[in-house]
T-cell receptor, first 112, second 114 residues
Framework: AQSVTQLGSHVSVSEGALVLLRCNYS??????LFWYVQYPNQGLQLLLK??????LVKGINGFEAEFKKSETSFHLTKPSAHMSDAAEYFC??????????FGTGTRLQVTL | DVKVTQSSRYLVKRTGEKVFLECVQD?????MFWYRQDPGLGLRLIYF???????EKGDIPEGYSVSREKKERFSLILESASTNQTSMYLC?????????????FGEGSRLTVL
C-alpha cells in the first residue's frame, strides 16, 4: 500500500522568497511520485513527476523536486515565489496500474 | 487541446434525489477515475475503470455507482443523495499502457445536497 503525508496544510511566503512544500511517502514498491497544482476553481494539473532515473526533477513554472529514498521524501521547491504561484499543491504516489494516492494538500499563499 | 469535460460545474440537489455526474474525455484514454475532494482530506478515489463496461471500487465507493458504456464517457451516480455527499467531484483519465500515473483532470463538479 502507498501513502503520502504533506506537512503543513497552509504555507505563506513573501513574493521572491523560497518556496518549500514538504511531502513524505510510504510505499512497499519503488514509487512513482508526483506533484499536482490546483488553481482556484480549476481541476488539478501535473507539475512534475519522478519515475526512474535522475532524482532531481524539474517541472513547469520553475518548480523542482528531489527524490530522497533514504528520507522517503519528495519535497517541492521554487527559488523565488511569484504571486501567480498561489494555489493548492498535492503530492501523490502511484501504485500499480496508474492508481494514484494523494496527500491532503498544501495551500500556498504568496504575499507582497 | 486535450480535454476532460465534466458536464456540470455546479449542482444543487435535495436529499434523496438521484444524481448523475457525467465526464467525457477526448484523448482515447483507457483509464478513467472519479475522485471526491474535501478540505483537509485531499482527493479520495471513489471508482475507477480500465476499460469499457469495467469498474473497480476505490477507497470510498459507498453510496455511489458508476457506468462506462463508451470508452470516452464515465458517469458517477448517486442513487439517493445525502447531505454528506456535498463535495467537489473530480473526473480524471490516463493512458492504460503506461504506468506513469499521469492523470488529466476535469475542472470539477461542485455538488450541494440540501
Amino acid at each position: 500500500a502507498q501513502s503520502v503525508t504533506q506537512l503543513g496544510s497552509h504555507v505563506s511566503v513573501s513574493e521572491g522568497a523560497l518556496v518549500l512544500l514538504r511531502c513524505n511517502y510510504s510505499s512497499s514498491v519503488p514509487p512513482y511520485l508526483f506533484w499536482y497544482v490546483q488553481y482556484p476553481n480549476q481541476g488539478l494539473q501535473l507539475l512534475l513527476k519522478y519515475t526512474t532515473g535522475a532524482t532531481l526533477v524539474k517541472g513547469i513554472n520553475g518548480f523542482e523536486a528531489e527524490f530522497k529514498k533514504s528520507e522517503t521524501s519528495f519535497h517541492l521547491t521554487k527559488p523565488s515565489a511569484h504571486m501567480s504561484d498561489a494555489a493548492e499543491y498535492f503530492c501523490a504516489v502511484s501504485g500499480p496500474a496508474s492508481k494514484l494516492t494523494f496527500g491532503t494538500g498544501t495551500r500556498l499563499q504568496v504575499t507582497l | 487541446d486535450v480535454k476532460v469535460t465534466q458536464s456540470s460545474r455546479y449542482l444543487v440537489k435535495r436529499t434523496g434525489e438521484k444524481v448523475f455526474l457525467e465526464c467525457v474525455q477526448d484523448m482515447d484514454h483507457e483509464n478513467m477515475f472519479w475522485y471526491r475532494q474535501d478540505p483537509g482530506l485531499g482527493l479520495r478515489l471513489i471508482y475507477f475503470s480500465y476499460d469499457v463496461k469495467m469498474k473497480e471500487k476505490g477507497d470510498i465507493p459507498e453510496g455511489y455507482s458508476v457506468s462506462r458504456e463508451k470508452k470516452e464517457r464515465f458517469s458517477l451516480i448517486l442513487e439517493s443523495a445525502s447531505t454528506n455527499q456535498t463535495s467537489m467531484y473530480l473526473c480524471a483519465s490516463s493512458r492504460g499502457t503506461e504506468n506513469t500515473g499521469e492523470l488529466f483532470f476535469g475542472e470539477g463538479s461542485r455538488l450541494t445536497v440540501l
